[in-house]
Every structure is written in structure tokens, then in C-alpha cells.
């Protein structure tokens, strides 16, 4: 079922020309620069000029162009699939994966190469970076099975935020979380996050930052959204209902879990000693 017959009323024509499947958004640049695109027969050569897709009519080199309707997919991500639209490496991609769509739709936000669960895609742009946006507060709750068994001091360090290390090659301190030990297996436990936050590889620096690194990682939700009755590699469209409710979305603050004990005369930063200290570990994709 195709949720949502909706379109969006005013957008940049450059976008415009991606979500309706016509080039990428830097290739319609380069389209409209080169004076090839018209709306109601007036060349156009602003790629920021704006369009009601409905009303407007829109022609790359004298074609017509129709507006895509908006569609909102869930995939059960499996491991062994990037969830970029291309690989250089030629790797098989989510897109890969939704056979039958038709509709040029981007992933919001990723998961890594060996991480499975919920991955939401969409051409919706505006609503996908409202939803990347931690002040959105739409949070993804992953279960990771890391290596040993992190103390409670650990899983408080996770809850506060640890220093993690950012593109630009700085330690930066993630925002609070809700974190809990699930259960532990012998040499390796289950710990569940919830993050309000999408840095790169994010979970397994967190994980690797008190020293249980990550084994096995997947997300479980997205937002309200589980993977229930997808198996891995399946799809859906988002009902009306559930595009409604993610639109309508009021975010909770989130109290980090568990509370932090009052600091005992003596004691370091956040219990901190050199022992837990995070260490500087190489993540994988
Ligand atoms: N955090 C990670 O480390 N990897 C993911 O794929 C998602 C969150």
C-alpha cells in the first residue's frame, strides 16, 4: 500500500528535478545553469527558485516533468548492505533491496555496513532532516552486543555521554542517553541505547569508549517504528496513520538512566579513574 498520495507545495526547483527521479540535485544544477529547464515556459536558471509542483509546469529540455508523490518506506535492513544510494566499491546498496519503487528515495540517516535493522527511507526531504535532527528528538534504539559485561559505572558513563571522536578528529561529548545492561551470555552481554544523536558509528565508539567493544550491533526502532513483521531484506510503505503520527511528533527530553550518584569526597570526575578512561580504539564499518 502506498501511504501518503501527498506532494509538497513549495520546494526548490534543483530539488524538485531529484525527487521526481529526473538526475541528482547537483546534476540539476548543472541542467539548470546550462538554461535547459522551464517552468511555464520562462527559462529558469536559479536552482533555489521556487515551485509549487502541483501548479507549475516543469520541462527539462522541452519534456514534461511530473511531481513523485511523497512515499515513506521501512526496511529491515540486513548486514552486508550500505545504505548509500552508490558504492564505489559496487557492494549491493538499500536501494537494491526495494524492488518495485519507483520513487527516487534516500535513506534518513545510516546504518553501517554490518548493522541490520530499521532504516526508514523516504524522498520526503524536509521531513527526513527534521527527523535526523537530535532537537527532534526522534530517537533510535539499538541493541548491541558488545565483548565482557560493562559495570554499572560504564553504563553510566553511556547514559552522561562519553567522549567520542568526531569527524574533524576531536573528542566531543555525546548528549545523554538512556542505556541498560539486557543481558549478559557468557563472554559478551546485550546493552540497549537509545540515542537522540546519529554520529558516525556512534554506538560502537560509545561501546569502544568503556571498553566493551561492539560484536553485533542492530537497531530495534526508529523513533515508534520496529521491525516487526519484516523480515530482514523486507519493506513496507509507512500507513497514513504512522506518516501522520511521525509528522505530529512531540519529542520527550531524555533523563539519562540511571541516575548519577552524588560525587563522594575525593572522587574524580564522574568516577572517573584511569582504568575507565576512554581509550582511543579503530572502528570498523
Ligand atoms: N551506531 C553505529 O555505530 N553504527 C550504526 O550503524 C548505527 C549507530
Redesign the pocket.
Known amino acids: 500500500m502506498k501511504a501518503d498520495l501527498q506532494f509538497d507545495d513549495n520546494m526548490r526547483l534543483n530539488r524538485f528535478l531529484a525527487e521526481a527521479g529526473v538526475c541528482s540535485r547537483r546534476d540539476a544544477d548543472t541542467l539548470i545553469f546550462a538554461r535547459q529547464v522551464t517552468v511555464n515556459g520562462k527559462v529558469i536558471d536559479l536552482p533555489s527558485f521556487r515551485i509549487d509542483p502541483r501548479q507549475d509546469a516543469v520541462k527539462v529540455s522541452g519534456k514534461r516533468v511530473h511531481p513523485q508523490p511523497l512515499v515513506y518506506i521501512l526496511l529491515n535492513k540486513p548486514e552486508g548492505v550500505i545504505s548509500t544510494l552508490q558504492d564505489p566499491e559496487k557492494r549491493a546498496t538499500v536501494v537494491d533491496l526495494l524492488k518495485g519503487v519507483r520513487a527516487r528515495v534516500y535513506p534518513v540517516g545510516?546504518?553501517?555496513y554490518n548493522?541490520s535493522g530499521v532504516l526508514m527511507l523516504t524522498n520526503d526531504g524536509i521531513l527526513a532532516l527534521r527527523l535526523m535532527h537530535p532537537r527532534y528528538g526522534f530517537v533510535k534504539t539499538?541493541h548491541a552486543k558488545v565483548s565482557g559485561v560493562p559495570s554499572p559505572i560504564a553504563i553510566r558513563r553511556l547514559c552522561y555521554g562519553v567522549r567520542i571522536e568526531a569527524w574533524s578528529g576531536r573528542y566531543e561529548k555525546t548528549l545523554p542517553t538512556k542505556a541498560r545492561l539486557l543481558k549478559k551470555t557468557g563472554k559478551s552481554s546485550v546493552v540497549e541505547i537509545i540515542l537522540r544523536e546519529g554520529r558516525q558509528?556512534?554506538?560502537?565508539?560509545m561501546c569502544a569508549a568503556i571498553g566493551n567493544p561492539?560484536e553485533k550491533?542492530m537497531?530495534v526502532k526508529f523513533g515508534f517504528l520496529s521491525a516487526s513483521g519484516l523480515a530482514l531484506g523486507a519493506w513496507r510503505y509507512l500507513s497514513t496513520a504512522e506518516v501522520a503520527k511521525i509528522k505530529s511528533f512531540e519529542p520527550e527530553p531524555i533523563t539519562p538512566t540511571p541516575k548519577m550518584n552524588k560525587k563522594k569526597p575525593g572522587q574524580g570526575r564522574r568516577g572517573m579513574t584511569k582504568s575507565n578512561k576512554p581509550t582511543k580504539r579503530k572502528i570498523r564499518n
Open positions: 545510516r546504518l553501517d548493522t539499538y558509528h556512534q554506538v560502537k565508539k561492539v550491533l537497531r
